[in-house]
């Protein structure tokens, strides 16, 4: 069907466009690796009381870093720039569908997703102290990929509101802080108590319980209450983004 | 016949377009293209001309007015499928391959062009591999060309195709689009070369500060813009030199004498009968600013 066609191929040159930006792959997909190298390699070895590895439990929330961060920035830097430069503007003469073109950012989110959950599944599997059994990659994988939504979402709202030059600056400042404070950096019972409190109002939070929750390494919470929660959040998100959209048609259109 | 033939590809009737901030870019503008034509909408920056192209792309409404593709809205999934445009656009995703940009484009128009032909069309044999970002100016816009037509549309709306590129790319550029044109096409170009909308066009409309100021064959309009401007050394005076015949307007510059005409031939002759001392002569063709201001002053009386 020529419709699903457009849609993959958009995909699929979205994949390649960025792929061959260094500045977007080093950000995006090494340096979730290399943090796991750092703490998740180094220290791995390290059990958690009652729980897991800390090497293993650090495929989880570094691949949650990662699926954020390729969202974030696939969609509000490219938003931003796209619709900025004008870009966008000579897509929409063409009869492409523009589900076209938000439907090619997330796969393109995806596809990255996965990988950098692969290369974390490799890594810690090489060093040793962070093996999972493929079963647990499986189930990391059915999880963190359809979470990237959520923050594909975000990073469209900001791509809806940002200037083409500013976006990678607010993306940067809305990444590294709740990375860090949604525990996907250091794990959050490490983090004095007020950050575990704000932590729960992050998106980045909670999909990390639920990836943590998958390998056996959650804090026992409902999963359900994680879910949920980034249901509201992705629903907000895109009204931003949606009210942006009509604020870009009103400035064409009125 | 086809109807590409019968019914107007596009056309402005009684167009105002204003911003929010009360700028109005476009007053009661009315424009058709013809079709089979080349119409080329000739204007200075900040004439309307990208504003016009907007409406009849659909990327913008009228204030008041009606801008019609096809005898439907712009806007229409139909008429994004006939008509093929190239913006000004100040960035293109610069790791694509050419090749890459032109497969995705084509996927989107039920009826492209093939590949090969495209790529001869605008002038893209031996570069089809290059990445966007490594291309020269010229090859960039003639990629933007080939992106317009590759749906092979009946209608293709040009905006300042060439601005910015050099004499040789430029002449390129002209060599694809008329190729089009022959081809049978509507084609709305627009310009601020005079000389463009000469080389190109079947008709000129003229633009100025959002209004048609002028409407015609491109040797109409250049009748308007043949006028030349002198500068010289010379023992007459000011006042002797304007009252010469075919002397438009005579001003002091100084230590020469500016004067602008219809006929620099006939001028310079005459000055120098009356004055074999005359020196330092430079003869320029009055630019479009010039013709402009003459057409809008003669719209005024």
Redesign the interface.
């Known amino acids: 069907m ?1 419709m699903l ?2 849609h993959l ?2 995909a699929k ?1 979205e994949f ?3 792929m ?2 260094p500045g977007f792959v080093v950000p995006t997909v090494l340096f979730p690796l290399i943090f796991y190298v750092f703490f998740g390699v180094a220290l791995g070895h390290q059990r958690i009381p009652g729980s897991v590895m800390l090497g293993q439990y650090l495929i989880a929330t570094y691949g949650t870093f990662g699926v954020i961060g390729v969202s974030l920035f696939g969609f509000g830097v490219y938003v931003a ?2 619709r900025g ?3 966008l ?2 897509k ?5 569908p523009i589900s076209a073109y938000f439907v090619a950012k997330m796969i393109m989110a995806m596809l990255f997703s996965a990988i950098i959950l692969l290369g974390l599944f490799a890594l810690g599997a090489v060093s040793g102290n962070g093996v999972i059994p493929i079963m647990a990659l499986l189930k990391l994988m059915a999880v963190l990929i359809p979470g990237a939504i959520t923050f594909c979402a975000a990073g469209l709202a900001v791509g809806y509101f940002a200037g ?1 030059n500013s976006a990678s600056g607010i993306v940067n400042l809305i990444y590294i802080p709740m990375s860090f404070l949604s525990g996907l950096w250091i794990p959050i019972w490490v983090l004095p108590r007020p950050i575990q409190t704000i932590a729960l109002f992050l998106p980045g939070f909670h999909l990390s319980q639920i990836a943590l929750g998958v390998i056996g390494a959650g804090r026992g919470g409902s999963m359900l209450s994680h879910v949920i929660f980034l249901i509201v959040a992705t629903t907000i998100f895109l009204a931003i983004a949606y009210a942006g959209y009509r604020r870009d048609e009103g ?4 | 016949m086809r109807n590409i033939h019968t019914v107007v590809p596009a056309c402005l009737a009684n167009v105002t377009k204003a911003y929010d901030g009360n700028v109005v870019a476009l007053r009661e503008v009315s424009l058709d293209i013809h079709p089979g034509e080349l119409t080329a909408l000739l204007g200075p920056n900040g004439a309307g001309k990208t504003t016009a192209v907007k409406l009849l792309l659909g990327l913008a409404a009228p204030t008041s007015g009606i801008a019609r593709v096809f005898n439907a809205d712009p806007r229409d999934s139909a008429n994004r499928a006939r008509t093929g445009a190239m913006l000004q656009v100040a960035r293109v995703p610069e790791t694509l391959r050419v090749r890459e940009h032109i497969d995705l484009f084509s996927a989107y128009y039920p009826d492209p062009l093939p590949r090969e032909q495209v790529i001869a069309a605008a002038g893209l044999a031996g570069i089809e591999s290059k990445k966007f970002g490594e291309l020269s100016g010229g090859q960039k816009q003639r990629v933007l060309f080939a992106l317009a037509i590759c749906g092979n549309p009946d209608l293709l709306i040009l905006d300042e195709p060439t601005v910015g590129l050099d004499v040789e790319a430029r002449r390129a550029l002209w060599t694809q689009i008329r190729g089009f044109v022959e081809r049978g096409k509507s084609i709305l170009l627009t310009t601020h070369y005079l000389e463009e909308a000469d080389a190109l066009a079947d008709r000129v409309v003229v633009i100025d500060r959002g209004r048609i100021i002028a409407e015609g064959s491109p040797a109409d309009i250049k009748a308007h813009a043949a006028g030349k401007r002198i500068r010289v050394r010379t023992r007459l005076t000011v006042a002797e030199v304007r009252a010469l015949p075919q002397v438009t307007t005579a001003t002091n510059g100084g230590a020469s004498i500016e004067i602008t005409t219809s006929s620099s031939d006939e001028v310079i002759r005459t000055l120098l009968s009356r004055d074999p001392s005359l020196a330092d002569i430079e003869i320029h063709s009055a630019g479009l600013e010039e013709a402009f201001l003459a057409m809008t002053s003669g719209a005024n009386k």
């Open positions: 020529n066609r457009i191929l958009e040159y390649l466009k960025v061959r930006v720039v796209e430069q004008g870009w503007q000579v929409r003469t063409t009869p492409m083409p400035k064409m259109y009125g």
